[in-house]
């Protein structure tokens, strides 16, 4: 088994961490936030005082930051100086391609193996470990990561070199947002017409249309109970993500653009707390049925 720093111990990183502990493996992590760490030793993992102190000696190193700015503080502020040289470098985060390529590039100047692996199933997948994990980088590397992810994911696959987990992260994003908001039309739609919307989601669920967004909040969100497994806030950073990559690409993704502006709009509507769910009062809001 192999002694891992893990770096980012939040709502997704906390029990990631967890089980690669119960996995076998020694793992030290660090986050700004003592309950993250707190979590991680109870576990039985151990806690370091900063980044350097993690990640020191360590032969796979891990982070699971929130935005592309703090992956940079933490890599180019410490991480880069304190692994190894021929350590492994799998960062979780979900970030811009070019952020992810940037990192790869400087890793490797300094000896390092680097994968971008974004990952996809919220705090529930997280826990269960059933997380599906998206990977940029050298098929060998990819290979010499398998043992973390098959202890935190169900589903991981090598989709192409440094970055390109990324997009596919942008990609995923771009769907569950947009099967938010038609699961959101859905609903104002059935309960407009009076409709029972509850028995009318079990039967879609069922069908053609079913999603593990309906099979998982079609309960919650018919109960307007948006406690967050991913928020609003971050489904926003993920979008911008997704119309800047469209860009890069040079492909238009006309659905993306106005999934991207509701999921501001909610934001800006002061829900950037709740769970992306949270759509459903944006399209009520639309309709004029807001309660």
Not at 111 to 134: C, F, T
Not at 199 to 224: C, F, H, P, Y
């Amino acid at each position: 088994m192999s002694k891992i720093a893990f770096i980012g111990l939040g709502i997704m990183g906390a029990p990631m961490a967890a089980h690669l502990v119960r996995a076998g493996h020694e793992v030290t992590g660090y986050d700004v936030a003592p309950k993250g760490l707190d979590a991680l030793v109870a576990a039985g993992g151990s806690a370091a005082g900063d980044v350097a102190g993690a990640v020191a000696g360590a032969e796979i190193v891990i982070t699971m930051l929130p935005q592309d700015e703090h992956v940079e503080e933490v890599v180019f502020g410490g991480l880069l100086d304190a692994a190894g040289p021929g350590a492994l470098y799998i960062d979780f985060s979900t970030i811009r391609p070019e952020t992810s390529i940037r990192v790869a590039e400087a890793g490797r100047e300094r000896g390092l193996r680097v994968l971008d692996a974004p990952v996809s199933g919220g705090e529930k997948g997280a826990v269960d470990a059933v997380l599906s994990i998206m990977v940029g980088g050298a098929e060998a590397d990819f290979e010499a990561a398998r043992p973390v992810f098959a202890a935190v994911g169900k589903t991981f696959e090598r989709v192409g070199g440094n970055g390109a987990g990324q997009y596919v992260k942008a990609a995923n994003q771009l769907i569950v947002g947009g099967t938010y908001g038609l699961v959101a039309e859905a609903i104002v739609l059935m309960e407009a017409a009076g409709v029972d919307a509850g028995a009318g989601l079990d039967v879609i669920a069922g069908g053609l249309a079913a999603s593990r967004i309906l099979e998982l909040k079609r309960g919650s969100m018919l109960a307007r109970r948006f406690e967050p497994g991913f928020r609003i806030d971050l489904h926003h950073k993920d979008m911008g993500i997704a119309t800047a990559a469209a860009r890069t690409a040079g492909v238009s993704l006309p659905l993306t653009g106005m999934v991207a502006q509701l999921v501001a709009a909610a934001r800006a509507q002061g829900h950037g707390a709740l769970d992306h769910s949270a759509l459903l009062k944006v399209v009520e809001d639309l309709s004029g049925r807001a309660s």
